[in-house]
């Protein structure tokens, strides 16, 4: 079926930006979670299935018909969208446990490259030349970001690699669950898919928890407090904006606005779990009069996590200008004359 965009407006972009602050919350919750002893892959499966148990009677009670109208390819597509959140979820969790917050987000927000990448051949959705040079600005943000970035307080520090690697891992399983829900919710109803989306991801995460051993029960109230909230304000209210986004807008422009999360998290993480930037290290350091304390090495990090927020910045301000002046070209080119 050809992919279109379904008379775009303000509300879209009112809707994702809420959705990224909720996104935002989601590293620091996920953090207290793991310091609450509960075991990654838990978390995840927590997130996605109370989510999922949340909207079940809803979509029992009002979009029955719309979930049994659907086709076997629509399920199949919902199915395979699932299992790469699982596996999106399952990996960048778990990296949480190794590297720092700022470290883990930004390499799990490389997802629009990849997204960039696979668009053009397999959703036929063309990219400006301003639009690929916003998600160009922002990988490389991304990338000074990381670069300068350190363990912070991740709780194992002895494979920050792994972290990193795990990290990336989610950044390929988010960025083809993107691409899928911009195919499929075209012709889908936000909740069913939702619905059988986070269903399905649930159950993957759930045999894989079960698999490495990690416990449902006799945990903390503290770990069972921090994923519920983990479930209700990132996912319902964070993913879910996401997800009704992708039926207005394209997945490349999605993606993109997902790259402002890192900022949010390092702000919230700052303040939360005492993970500073580190221009507010350097801050730190010189209001204390320490000036000899790595100062250098710590300028030249600082820079770099500026430089790369204000290329992330920039990259959403140009990118969103791009999608509204296409937005009324296609919404001019179908007006009747």
Do not use: C, K
Request: net charge positive; glycine share 8%.
């Amino acid at each position: 079926m050809t992919q279109h965009l379904l008379n775009p407006s303000w509300r879209p972009y009112i809707v994702l930006a809420v959705g990224l602050l909720a996104v935002s919350s989601s590293s620091v919750m996920i953090r207290l979670a793991q310091t609450a002893n509960a075991g990654s892959l838990v978390i995840a499966a927590w997130r996605v299935g109370l989510a999922a148990l949340i909207l079940t009677p809803i979509v029992l009670n009002r979009y029955r018909a719309d979930v049994q109208r659907l086709t076997h390819r629509e399920i199949g597509l919902g199915l395979l969208s699932g299992l790469l959140l699982g596996i999106h979820f399952g990996t960048w969790v778990t990296s949480l446990e190794y590297t720092s917050v700022i470290s883990s987000v930004v390499l799990v927000s490389t997802n629009p490259l990849w997204v960039a990448l696979a668009s053009p051949f397999l959703l036929r959705e063309s990219l400006s030349r301003v639009t690929l040079t916003g998600i160009i600005a922002a990988i490389a943000g991304v990338v000074l970001i990381s670069a300068a970035s350190d363990a912070g307080m991740a709780a194992r520090q002895n494979a920050p690699l792994l972290g990193n690697a795990l990290a990336l891992v989610g950044a390929f399983g988010v960025a083809g669950y993107f691409m899928i829900g911009r195919r499929l919710r075209g012709s889908m109803s936000l909740i069913p898919y939702i619905w059988l989306t986070y269903g399905s991801a649930a159950i993957v995460l759930i045999g894989a928890a079960l698999l490495a051993g990690q416990p449902f029960t006799g945990l903390s109230p503290d770990a069972y407090f921090w994923m519920t909230l983990v479930a209700l304000f990132p996912q319902l209210i964070g993913h879910s904006s996401y997800n009704y986004a992708l039926g207005y807008l394209s997945a490349a422009y999605v993606s993109l606005v997902v790259l402002g999360e890192p900022i949010g998290s390092t702000l919230l993480a700052a303040i939360f779990l005492h993970e500073q930037p580190v221009a507010l290290q350097l801050m730190s350091l010189l209001l204390a009069g320490n000036a000899d304390v790595g100062q250098t090495s710590l300028a030249q990090r600082a820079v770099l996590q500026l430089v790369g927020s204000a290329l992330i910045l920039l990259a959403l301000v140009v990118a969103s200008r791009e999608e509204a002046r296409v937005a009324r070209q296609r919404t001019q080119a179908a007006a009747p004359a």
